[in-house]
């Protein structure tokens, strides 16, 4: 899908006294994008205006082509996904919950079986979903949301109450996704497991601090990357700084480096690093 899928244009919304956006304008392409802040800090709002469910007090939303909030009653955007915390029908089991959702949802039920499989559900379908553990009831949720189809996918906290083999899962299978489709995900936890990232918008206070566009990575100017280099730790250090990177972290043996795209391109090419990711603390409103 070329040009920006989602569009927000001074967008404010209120609920009574409380700002829970504060004039954001945002521009979201293909890829997978990441809506990154604490609790409080605008992103689960920012789904909700996006997905339909919640009229902006002032401003403009266009999703996928559809101006969402033209006129009385909001257009359907061409969106699915898991928005804020779902209650699970408690008298349904797990099977049968996956059964149920699939079939309004239009989702593909063999899709849903193969993501149960990979997260590891296939011990739990029998159990009544009000005995779920909340890491277990995301993963039912996720099950639908990854495998109902839609032009745009909205998670909201993927990996929150999720063990780290699961985080790591879950991490693939969103960076997966979005080679088919838009996905929008915010979160206050970034997996170091997490690639694919083609943006990453910073809020805080319901403000949009900042936005990086990260379609490139070897056009970011900034030290947003941490790679893993493949030097003994000594010579490791001395190649970074030579490469141009800001910071060079050594630990358990290993040596990171903190460098731009310029810097991270060369230290691949000269096959000095094994591999990268973002800094999560880098992507925080405390470093916007």
Not at 173 to 185: D, F, G, K, Q, T
Request: contains cysteine; charged residues 20%; aromatic residues 6%.
């Amino acid at each position: 899908m070329s040009g920006p899928v989602v569009e927000l244009e001074d967008v404010w919304v209120r609920y009574g006294p409380t700002v829970a956006l504060a004039g954001v304008t945002l521009r979201i392409g293909g890829g997978l994008t990441l809506l990154l802040g604490a609790n409080g800090s605008g992103k689960t709002t920012l789904l909700k205006v996006v997905a339909g469910l919640r009229r902006p007090s002032r401003g403009r939303v266009v999703v996928g082509g559809v101006e969402v909030y033209r006129g009385l009653a909001p257009r359907r955007p061409p969106v699915t996904g898991l928005i804020g915390d779902e209650e699970l029908p408690y008298w349904m089991s797990a099977r049968e919950y996956i059964e149920y959702a699939s079939s309004i949802a239009g989702a593909s039920l063999e899709r849903a079986w193969e993501l149960a499989e990979k997260l590891g559900l296939s011990g739990f379908l029998e159990r009544r979903t009000w005995a779920l553990s909340s890491g277990t009831a995301k993963k039912l949720l996720l099950c639908i949301a990854l495998s109902t189809p839609s032009r745009i996918l909205l998670v909201d906290e993927p990996f929150a109450n999720l063990d780290p083999a699961t985080v790591s899962t879950v991490a693939s299978l969103l960076a997966e996704e979005s080679r088919r489709r838009p996905v929008i995900a915010a979160t206050h936890i970034l997996p170091p497991q997490l690639g694919g990232v083609r943006g990453a918008a910073i809020l805080a206070a319901g403000r949009l601090l900042r936005y990086y566009d990260l379609s490139d990575p070897w056009m970011v100017e900034e030290p947003l990357y941490k790679a893993r280099l493949s030097l003994e730790p000594a010579k490791a250090i001395e190649a970074a700084e030579k490469l141009g990177a800001s910071e060079v972290i050594v630990r358990g043996g290993e040596a990171y480096a903190i460098m731009n795209g310029a810097a991270l391109k060369a230290c691949l090419e000269e096959g000095l690093c094994s591999g990268y990711t973002l800094d999560p603390s880098r992507l925080s409103p405390q470093a916007a």
